[in-house]
């Protein structure tokens, strides 16, 4: 706002020297040691109060970086514009850590990524995890409204990335063993995903096997914002799970798409775009999943509300300016979703 203001008192000849020299010098003015808190400070709520007992705070001096100090008035605990923000502690400059989050909307490699900024393939790592993390505030805010599609997709266990002394042990004669647990067993990961008329998009892990009414309760129950409908298969976890929230079920066959009037061709068409998706990463952890099915998310609902280029703004100030951050030790201690005693339970019995 201030900016058109200004521009309105200069000549023209002045306004096109100040738009070349902006375009001939647009990645130093955008690559100072404090341009992430620049572009925090101009998000952040200028009232904010302390985490620790909640009085007010005050500007209390500069970093050597330029970065906003705070002091509680109370406490006398300390903050600055970074904290709990992605890029604390970050010595990347904007220019980076927008580029980076470009790579990660198109889903780049974490070799490519580091190439490409010029980090190394740890920093990378921890970079994507950070960012997987912040878009949780994000996708934790949707809600699904009117009609809804909703269905299952089971994942097998993935425990890449997971120390030996956090497996279950397995048996020598492990494959001689048969697991008498056919089909959609409790070795399968169940993902709830529901989308409804607006494109609002659940995907979310309920726990091992076969969906039941308290995983719909967990997941979907606790997204629901003046729905009135649900299209699912027949399967019995929704009809209680329907009676109880006083929604509408229309049940189609299992193993069908339609049954003519209703149909869940649309979350069914999410499910095929997100495993033509997931192929890019050569395998998931199960400890990570959750994180990629909310990238997932975060994409296909950005897709559907914003231009391309519009994407890329929104999302940097979506994730710089989120709270919702983890730090890069945090990052290997992310809980396991299930439990791997149940799902190995027979294993365990064998051992
Ligand atoms: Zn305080």
Known sequence: MKIEELLKDLDPITIIEFKNYIINHLSELCSTKNSNSKIISKFKNENMICKECGSKIYKNGRTQNGIQKYICSCCKKTYSETTNTIICHSKLPFEVWKNIIDNLLNGFSLRRIAEEN???????????????????????SINLSVEIQSDEKYFSINLKETKPINMPRYSKKRSSIKSPYRGISHHKICVVSSIDEFDNLLLEIVGLGRCTTDMLNDSLGQKLNNAKSINADSASAYQEFCQNNQLILNAISSGFH??????????????????????????????????????????FIMKKRFMLNKIKTESYTNIIIDNNYIKAKDIFHIKMPIDLNIAYAEYFNQS
């Open 118 to 140: 010029n980090i190394s393939l740890l920093t990378s790592f921890r970079i994507r995890h950070k960012v997987l993390y912040a878009l949780k505030t994000f996708v934790n």
């Open 258 to 299: 339609s049954d003519g009037i209703y149909n869940i061709s649309k979350i069914n068409g999410v499910h095929s775009q997100l495993e033509t998706w997931l192929k890019k990463f050569r395998g998931v952890s199960t400890r990570h999943l959750q994180e990629y099915l909310d990238w997932f998310v975060y994409i």
